[in-house]
C-alpha cells in the first residue's frame, strides 16, 4: 500500500511541478468550470464523515493543476490514458481518477480512485489502451471491486491518504480483484528459443531483436579477443487484454527496433556470444552483467515513459540520463539481480532502484521543453512514484509481471554462433565453402633448375555461382619436381586472381598446385613446368673421409657442366663390376648435381662404373686399391686413395675397414722387412689408418702380421713394396 501511495505522492509532485506556472485559479464564487477539449473534468465526491485534512485541494494532471469551483473541476491532461490526483496542501492524494477512451465521466471518488489505483500497477501497463479499456470493464464487473471501494472510503474516513503504506486492508483488498479477474492462472504461450535473429551478408553481421521486450548483449571475438559489445535493444510490446497479459501473450506496441550491424572485414573466426542477463543463471560473462543492467535501464524507462508526458524529442536524452545516473546503483546490486529468480522479484529489485536514483538525482531527465523549471522536483516525485509501485507490487504477485521481465525469464537467455570470413563471403563455422580455381596464366613454361619462371602463375577464383571470390586465401604446393614457391599462401584480389612465384627444382617436369581448400565439390589448378638440362661435363665421387685418403659409405658422386656449375636431375647408371654389391642407390642427380648409392664389399678385385645414362664418356670408377687381399673376418687393407701401388712414397698410409667401409680402429697389426725384426708400422688409429714409414727404403720385401686377441690370424711374408 506503501507503493500505491508513493505513486500518487510522486505524481503529485510532478503536477506541483507545473503549477507555478500553469495553475488555473478559479473564483470559489464562480459556477462549476466548462470542461474544453484537451481537458477532463467532473464533480468531486468526499465520502460522509472523512477525517482527512481537505484544506487546500487541488487537482493534477500530467500537465497542469487547478482548484476545484463547487465541488468540481476541469484540467489540462494528455495521452490517450492519464491519471488525475485530488491533493490537500500536505501533498496527501485524497482522491484520484483515472481517464481513458470512452469515459463517459470523470467525477472523483472513491470507486474512482479505486480503479485509478489498480489502473497503475505494472500489469496494467503492460497493455495496449484497448486492453486497458478491457480491463476496467472487466475490474468494475468483478464483486471484490466494489469491496475495494469500500475499503478506499473507510481509509479516507480513518484520516490517511490511500497510499498510507500501513493500509494493509487496503493493499489486500486490491490484491483480491487482480485474484479473480486473473484466476491467478499464468501460462506463457509463445516461443522463446530464438529471441535474436542472427543473419550475414557477405562480411556484414546483422542482429536483430525477434519479438522480445528485453536487450540483449552481444560480445564479437577474434582469436580470443572482444572487438565489439553490441546493444540489440528489446521490443515495446504489451498484451491486448487483461487475459494475454496473464497468459503472457503479447502483441505489437511501438514496432521493431532496428537491427544491430557488425563488420567482420578481416579473414578469420568470429566468435558471437549473446546474453540476456537472465538472473540466476550462473552466468558471470561481461556480456551476461551488461545486459542485466541494460535490462534495469530498459525497465525505468518504460516506468517514465508510461507515467509522465515527456515529448519524442526529450527520449533519447531521458534514456541516456537514466542509464548514466543509474550506473552506479545498479553495480552495487549486481549480486542481488543476479539471484533473482522471477520476473516479479526482478521487477520489485529494479523498482526500488529507480526510486534511489530519482530520488538522489535530478539530472535524469535532461532539459526539455515544459520540464526544465522544476527538474528537482520532477525526479524527487519520480522516487516516490517507483518505490510505491515498489510497496504495491509486493502485494499483487501476479500483478507486477510486466512484458519486459515476462520476457527477460522466459526467453533463451544465451546464444552463442561462430562464423567464419573466407574472402568476402562468410560462413558458418566448419562449413567448407566452394572455390573453383583455375589457371590464368604461367602454365606449361621452361626455365632453369634453380631459377624462377620468367612468368609469374595467376590464377582465377570463383564461387560456385561463378562470381569473383575476392580475399580468397590460396594455397600453393610443390607436387613435384622438387622446387619452391615464394610463399605457401597468397589473397586473391577483388577480381579473384592471386599471383606466386616458382623457382623450379631439378627434375626435367615438375608440377605446382592451387587451391582454396579441399572440399569435394571445389576445384583446384594444376600447373607444370619443364627445366631445360645442360650436357654434362664431369663426373666425380665426392665421399670421402676426414682425411681425405678414403671414401664413406654411400658412395656419393657429383654431375657439374663445363662452369662447374651442379646440374640437377642428370640420370645416372650405377654399374658394379666386381667385388661390389649395390643395396639402393639414387638414379637421378638432386638440387645439387649430386647423388648416391649405398654398397657392399663382397671380395676380389673392386670396381664399379657411375656413369650419365647414355653418355658413357662422362663417368667416373670406384676401384680403390687394395693392399693385401683375403683377409678374414670381412676385412680389407686398401691403400690410400691418393697413391699409387706401383710406386708408393714414404711415408705412406694403409686402411683397414670392413665390408660397409666401415673403419677398424685399433686393430694389432704389424709391418716390417721380410728379413728384419724391425717394425715399420703398427696398429690402426681411430680411423682404421696406420702410418708406415720404411727406415730403409731400398727394402722391397716386407711382411704384415694382424693380430686378434694376440693371435695372428693372417700373415703375408714376402709383400713387395717399390
Known amino acids: 500500500m506503501m507503493a500505491i501511495r508513493l505513486v500518487y505522492s510522486v505524481i503529485f509532485a510532478l503536477l506541483v511541478l507545473f503549477d507555478t506556472s500553469c495553475t488555473n485559479e478559479i473564483n470559489i464564487q464562480q459556477a462549476g468550470p466548462v470542461v474544453e477539449e484537451g481537458q477532463v473534468g467532473g464533480s468531486i465526491s468526499l465520502p460522509a464523515g472523512i477525517k482527512i485534512d481537505t484544506a487546500g485541494l487541488k487537482v493534477f494532471s500530467a500537465l497542469k493543476s487547478t482548484t ?17 490526483l485530488l491533493m490537500n496542501k500536505n501533498g496527501d492524494i485524497v482522491l484520484m481518477g483515472y481517464n481513458y477512451p470512452g469515459q463517459t465521466e470523470s467525477d472523483l471518488s472513491p470507486a474512482s480512485t479505486a480503479l485509478a489505483m489498480l ?124 487475459t494475454d497479459a496473464v497468459m503472457g501473450k503479447w502483441g505489437d506496441g511501438y514496432g521493431m527496433p532496428d537491427p544491430v550491424m557488425y563488420s567482420m572485414a578481416d579473414n578469420g573466426e568470429y566468435s558471437v556470444v549473446i546474453r540476456s542477463g537472465k538472473p540466476s543463471e550462473g552466468d558471470d560473462s561481461e556480456e551476461s552483467k551488461l545486459a542485466r543492467r541494460q535490462n534495469v535501464y530498459f525497465f525505468m524507462l518504460n516506468l517514465v515513459l508510461d507515467h509522465l508526458p515527456i515529448r519524442a524529442g526529450c527520449l533519447k536524452t531521458t534514456a541516456q540520463g537514466i542509464q548514466n545516473l543509474s550506473k552506479s546503483l545498479v553495480e ?50 519520480l522516487g516516490r512514484l517507483f518505490r510505491c509501485v515498489s510497496v504495491a507490487s509486493k502485494f499483487m504477485v501476479l500483478g507486477n509481471v510486466m512484458s519486459h521481465t515476462n520476457d527477460l525469464f522466459q526467453a533463451r537467455a544465451a546464444m552463442d554462433t561462430c562464423f567464419q570470413v573466407i574472402g568476402l563471403r562468410t560462413f558458418r563455422c566448419g562449413e567448407q565453402p566452394t572455390y573453383l580455381v583455375s589457371s590464368a596464366d604461367g602454365d606449361k613454361q621452361t626455365g632453369e633448375a634453380g631459377k624462377e ?35 605457401i599462401t597468397s589473397e586473391t584480389n577483388n577480381e579473384g586472381f592471386a599471383e606466386m612465384k616458382w623457382k623450379l627444382g631439378a627434375a626435367a617436369a615438375q608440377q605446382v598446385e592451387a587451391y582454396v581448400n579441399k572440399k569435394t565439390e571445389s576445384k583446384s589448378a594444376m600447373f607444370t613446368a619443364n627445366v631445360a638440362v645442360a650436357s654434362a661435363f664431369k663426373v666425380e665421387i665426392i665421399s670421402k673421409n676426414a682425411s681425405g685418403n678414403f671414401y664413406t659409405n654411400p658412395i656419393k658422386v657429383r654431375v657439374t657442366d663445363a662452369s662447374g656449375n651442379p646440374l640437377p636431375q642428370v640420370e645416372l647408371n650405377w654399374a658394379p663390376e666386381s667385388g661390389v654389391r649395390l643395396t639402393n642407390f639414387e638414379q637421378f642427380t638432386n638440387y645439387d648435381g649430386i647423388a648416391q648409392a649405398s654398397i657392399v664389399l663382397t671380395g676380389g678385385k673392386i670396381a664399379m662404373q657411375v656413369a650419365v645414362k647414355n653418355d658413357d664418356s662422362k663417368s667416373v670408377t670406384f676401384s680403390p686399391q687394395q693392399f693385401v687381399s683375403g683377409v678374414p673376418y670381412d676385412l680389407f687393407c686398401f691403400i690410400d686413395i691418393n697413391d699409387n701401388r706401383e710406386s708408393l712414397p714414404n711415408p705412406f698410409k694403409l686402411i683397414f675397414v670392413d ?27 681411430e680411423r682404421g689408418e696406420m702410418t708406415v714409414t720404411r727406415n730403409n727404403p731400398s727394402i722391397t720385401q716386407y711382411r704384415l702380421n694382424i693380430n686378434v686377441n694376440g693371435q695372428t690370424i693372417a700373415s703375408w711374408a714376402n709383400i713387395i713394396i717399390k
Open 68 to 84: 476545484p469551483v463547487n465541488s468540481s473541476y476541469a484540467v489540462d491532461t494528455a495521452g490517450k490514458t492519464s491519471t488525475t
Open 332 to 381: 552495487k546490486k549486481e549480486l542481488v539481480l543476479k539471484k533473482a529468480k522471477s520476473p516479479q522479484e526482478f521487477a520489485i529489485i529494479a523498482l526500488e532502484l529507480a526510486g534511489e536514483m530519482f530520488a538522489l538525482s535530478n539530472e535524469a531527465v535532461l532539459s526539455c521543453s515544459g520540464l526544465t523549471d522544476q527538474t528537482n522536483f520532477f525526479t524527487r516525485g
Open 659 to 685: 665390408k660397409h667401409l666401415i673403419p677398424f680402429p685399433g686393430l694389432d697389426v704389424i709391418i716390417g722387412p721380410a728379413n728384419s725384426n724391425s717394425i715399420d708400422g703398427s696398429g690402426t688409429n
Open 453 to 487: 619462371l620468367e612468368k609469374p602463375l595467376k590464377v582465377k577464383v570463383t564461387d560456385d555461382d561463378e562470381r569473383p571470390a575476392g580475399k580468397a586465401k590460396v594455397v600453393w604446393i610443390v607436387r613435384s619436381g622438387g622446387g619452391s614457391v615464394s610463399n
Open 119 to 242: 489502473m497503475n500497477s505494472l500489469m496494467i501497463s503492460s497493455l495496449t489502451t484497448e486492453g486497458r479499456v478491457d480491463a476496467i470493464q472487466k475490474i468494475k464487473a468483478e464483486p471484490a471491486f466494489n469491496a475495494f471501494v469500500d475499503e478506499v472510503s473507510a481509509v479516507l474516513q480513518a484520516g490517511k491518504s490511500v497510499t498510507d503504506t500501513t493500509n494493509t486492508s487496503l493493499f489486500r483488498s486490491m490484491a483480491a480483484v487482480f485474484n479473480d479477474v486473473t484466476n491467478l492462472r499464468t501460462a506463457a504461450v509463445q516461443s522463446y528459443d530464438k529471441p535474436i535473429t542472427i543473419k550475414t551478408a557477405n562480411t556484414e553481421l546483422l542482429l536483430q531483436n525477434s519479438y522480445v521486450s528485453h536487450t540483449y548483449v552481444a560480445g564479437i571475438y577474434k582469436d580470443g579477443k572482444n572487438l565489439a559489445r553490441l546493444t540489440i535493444d528489446g521490443r515495446r510490446i504489451f498484451a491486448t487484454s487483461l
